[in-house]
Every structure is written in structure tokens, then in C-alpha cells.
């Protein structure tokens, strides 16, 4: 089966750093992606990690611990443009597959 | 701009009625799939076609259809709609070997 689980609900304030949990349960595992999806909006891509360890992008960096099925985004320096929703991804293998988790949005207050 | 494109980005219609939703890949992408987004869920992956060929179905109703034709664009098929068939519909596209996937912008569907 799969199980990927996440915050439903964040909150942080302009100019801090927040740390956006995922863990999961998959029978296949082809890499952990990261999307953001502002409401009503299509979901773009962030992040993708494949080997265990903290890849880094900017404001924002992604780990992975495949031992543990879990993932983590981070975002520093937050800005109100990063309110919106962040969608934790488990590739899965054969086809090519996402399976997402129902998301965690986020709020930044000024 | 994530280079796949869908059309329409709004629909509205009525109870049984049918629509057909069309998605464009990025130039490239063999691969289309397809997600519906109703109100504050996730995404739920219906189906996934390579060059031409179904490859993967998750929760999709009988009632919905789809198929990619040769020059890769494809088409869902929602038929005898019911108002719970009202979500956003995205279309994504990848290339062969990856599982990094590319949204569209999405079809606003209502159903009245």
C-alpha cells in the first residue's frame, strides 16, 4: 500500500525558517519530490532527492532518510509569496508514478 | 510556464452532461498523466498514458475516459457528470526515464 503523511497546517512569520515534514510507507520507492501549489494554481516542482542526505536549492533545501521514510523541506528567509501549499511526492517504480500526500499549507504572517 | 499547456481552463455544465478536457505535453514528453483536485484534497492520480499506450490507472471512475493520440496530445472523456465530479483537473508530462513530473495550468470543472 501506500501511506504518505504530512502536516495538514503551518504557520510561520516573514523572515524565519520552517521545516515541513513527510514520512511514508510505499511498496516502491523511485525517489521523494517536493512540489508547491498555490491555491488554485498548478502544482510546480521543487525538489527531488533520490540518495539519503540534504540537497540544497536556494532558500530552500530538501532531505532524505530512505531508512526512516522520511523527508523534510526546508525554507529560509520565508517570504508572504511562500504561503501555499507544499505536496510531498513518492516516485514509484516501473511507470513512473507519483503518489502524493494531501499536502501542508503553509501561512507566513508579516 | 511549465510548457504543458490544457484547455479549457473553465467549464461549466450541467448533471449528465459530457466534457472532454484536452492536455498538450512539453515538446519531448512521452509520457501524459492525469489528476483530479477536488476542494481541499490532494491529488488524486487517475491515469497514465506513454507514447500512445495506457500505462497505469489509479482511482478513475468508468465514467471518465482517456486517450493520447500519435502527436502525444491527450484528451479525458467525463461522461453522465454528477455534481461531485466538480475539481480541478491537471494534466502533467514527463520525459522517459524520469519521474519528475510537469503540471498544467488545469481545467476548472463545475457541475451544476
Known amino acids: 500500500g501506500q501511506n504518505i503523511d504530512q502536516p495538514t497546517e503551518m504557520t510561520a512569520t516573514e523572515g524565519a525558517i520552517v521545516q515541513i515534514n513527510c514520512t511514508y510507507q510505499t511498496s516502491g520507492f523511485n525517489g521523494l519530490f517536493w512540489y508547491q501549489q498555490h491555491a488554485g494554481e498548478a502544482p510546480t516542482f521543487l525538489s527531488y532527492n533520490v540518495l539519503d542526505g540534504l540537497e540544497e536549492k536556494g532558500r530552500f533545501s530538501s532531505f532524505l532518510s530512505r531508512s526512516k521514510g522520511y523527508s523534510y523541506l526546508l525554507l529560509k528567509e520565508l517570504q508572504m509569496k511562500d504561503s501555499a501549499s507544499y505536496l510531498c511526492?513518492?516516485?514509484?517504480?516501473?511507470?513512473?508514478?507519483?503518489?502524493f500526500g494531501t499536502g501542508t499549507r503553509l501561512l507566513v504572517s508579516p | 510556464d511549465s510548457g504543458v499547456t490544457q484547455t479549457p481552463k473553465h467549464l461549466i455544465t450541467a448533471t449528465g452532461q459530457r466534457v472532454t478536457l484536452r492536455c498538450s505535453p512539453r515538446?519531448?514528453?512521452?509520457?501524459v498523466y492525469w489528476y483530479q483536485q477536488s476542494l481541499d484534497q490532494g491529488l488524486q492520480f487517475l491515469i497514465q498514458y506513454y507514447n500512445g499506450e495506457e500505462r497505469a490507472k489509479g482511482n478513475i471512475l468508468e465514467r471518465f475516459s482517456a486517450q493520447q493520440f500519435p502527436d502525444l496530445h491527450s484528451e479525458l472523456n467525463l461522461s453522465s457528470l454528477e455534481l461531485g465530479d466538480s475539481a480541478l483537473y491537471f494534466c502533467?508530462?514527463?520525459?522517459?526515464?524520469?519521474?519528475?513530473?510537469?503540471f498544467g495550468p488545469g481545467t476548472r470543472l463545475t457541475v451544476l
Open positions: 511526492a513518492v516516485g514509484d517504480t516501473g511507470f513512473q508514478k507519483l503518489v
Open positions: 502533467a508530462s514527463s520525459v522517459e526515464g524520469l519521474n519528475t513530473q510537469y
Open positions: 515538446s519531448g514528453d512521452l509520457s
